[in-house]
Nanobody, 122 residues
């Protein structure tokens, strides 16, 4: 199986930045970020193909968040800028062997990290 380990969550003021990291046991997988706020469904944030050439963002984060990967280190990063209180959630990374034509759904991914808490204060 693919193991995913996340880090980088924390508390930040509105307008600030955080960088999340996801370290995988393999580098040849598409990696997505999802988030889930209390009482809400898990929400797609962004995804990057194994090559890094294909990226999708949800409308809510486009222009503020950037996903990237460094395959030699088997790591994927989520740079989050201009954070808003509504970005507060547990952030999960997820892996899929192939890039889905519908990458925004949780069912497209077979492996998940443990999640890391991101809290944005007003």
């Amino acid at each position: 199986q693919v193991q995913l380990v996340e880090s980088g969550g924390g508390l930040v003021q509105a307008g600030g930045s955080l960088r999340l990291s996801c370290t995988a046991s393999y580098s040849s997988y598409a990696i997505a970020w999802f988030r889930q706020a209390p009482g809400k469904e898990r929400e797609f944030v962004t995804v990057i193909s194994w090559s890094g050439n294909t990226v999708y963002y949800s409308d809510s984060v486009k222009g503020r968040f950037t996903i990237s990967r460094e395959n030699a280190k088997k790591m994927v990063f989520l740079q989050m800028n201009s954070l808003k209180p509504e970005d507060t959630a547990i952030y999960y990374c997820a892996a899929s062997r192939f890039m889905s034509t519908q990458p925004m759904g949780v069912r497209a991914y077979d492996y998940w990290g443990q999640g890391t808490q991101v809290t944005v204060s007003s």
